[in-house]
């Protein structure tokens, strides 16, 4: 009795499935990677494709596990040819085999270090477990990388219930800053020249105070509202209306590149949106207007990144005296 082979059918069918599948995980898993973390996501009722986080968990959990039959099945049906191809390759060279798999598992590894980068997490991936009294009220504020790229100060406040202008007023009052609702995070950020961690910090803080609480839970570490003093530096630059203190110093990010616009980038660092506008385009033969995103002005001028974040630096130097 001969040894027992699928038949075509079988295998192109369980290609078909699997294909079906692996294209809903990867779209899915798109869906959660974009979606802001717990409540936030039904606060501001999130959708992706017209479908909320809750629909995208459930089937990313249901065609997960449907992977895992189809895979199964695939093993069983296909075990023999896959050893027998294998057994080819290290004949013919061994390297071959074992660099794809170096390839694979270097890809595992940077994927993942990749996802921790963008969402904050330590490097050391330790966590802190918060014990508190029984009378000490507590709030955790969870603010991953994710949303402060994404989020305005509004997002935040719908997030966790509480007036965006309380909010805007309490972060000058306490931490010295000065935000408008409709500014990102990531903004916010830049805008007031403080590391992402001391940004969390505040917010939580402020939210807190808002909501009357005693301690705000960041990243699993407490922190006591009342006796809470950020680190800043003592003239922040403000993004909104009022003018900050001039500066030699002139930095253009690659993530401003991706959210300034032309005059955003002007009032940060207190230069005429009409006169850098007309500079880049008398001396670098860049056209631009003073809303225009700066992705969008890289794009319509078909310029190089890199090279467009120097001349932009430059042109802001001159206009602020800073060259001789």
């Known amino acids: 009795m001969g040894r027992w082979t699928a038949p075509a059918w079988l295998r192109g069918s369980i290609d078909l499935l699997l294909t079906i599948v692996f294209v809903l995980l990867a779209v899915s898993g798109i869906a959660l990677y974009l979606a802001p973390s717990g ?89 802190l477990t918060v014990k508190l009294p029984s009378n000490v009220s507590s709030l955790t504020v969870d603010i991953s990388g994710a949303e402060i790229k994404s989020l305005t100060l509004d997002d935040l406040a719908k997030a966790y219930d509480v007036p965006v202008t309380s909010l805007e007023e309490e972060l000058k009052v306490t931490c010295n800053i000065t935000a408008q609702s409709n500014e990102t ?22 939210i807190g105070k808002l909501k009357g609480v005693d301690v705000v839970v960041v990243d699993d570490t407490p922190i006591y509202v009342s006796s809470y003093k950020p680190t800043l530096s003592e003239t922040p630059i403000s993004n909104s209306t009022e003018t900050p203190e001039a500066t030699t110093e002139v930095e253009i990010t690659g993530s401003m590149l991706k959210s300034y616009t032309l005059e955003q980038v002007a009032k940060l660092y207190n230069v005429s949106p009409e006169d850098l506008v007309s500079l880049l385009r008398s001396e670098y033969d860049i056209n631009a207007q003073p809303d225009e995103p700066l992705d969008e002005i890289i794009t319509n001028n078909d310029l190089d990144r890199e090279k467009f974040k120097e001349e932009l630096t430059e042109a802001i130097k001159k206009l602020k005296g800073g060259e001789s």
């Open 39 to 127: 409540r936030i996501a039904e606060t501001l009722g999130w959708t992706f494709l017209g479908l909320s986080k809750e629909t995208w968990t459930e089937v990313h959990t249901y065609m997960g596990f449907a992977m895992i039959g189809l895979v199964s099945v695939h093993l069983v049906v296909g075990f023999r040819s896959m050893l027998t191809m294998l057994r080819s390759a290290l004949k013919k060279a061994k390297w071959k085999p074992i660099a794809a798999t170096a390839v694979m598992l270097l890809t595992l590894a940077g994927g993942f270090r990749v996802y921790a980068t963008y969402y904050g997490e330590s490097e050391d991936g330790e966590t």
């Open 185 to 206: 995070l990531e903004n916010l950020e830049y805008s007031a020249g403080i590391d992402r961690e001391t940004l969390k910090e505040c917010l939580a803080v402020v």
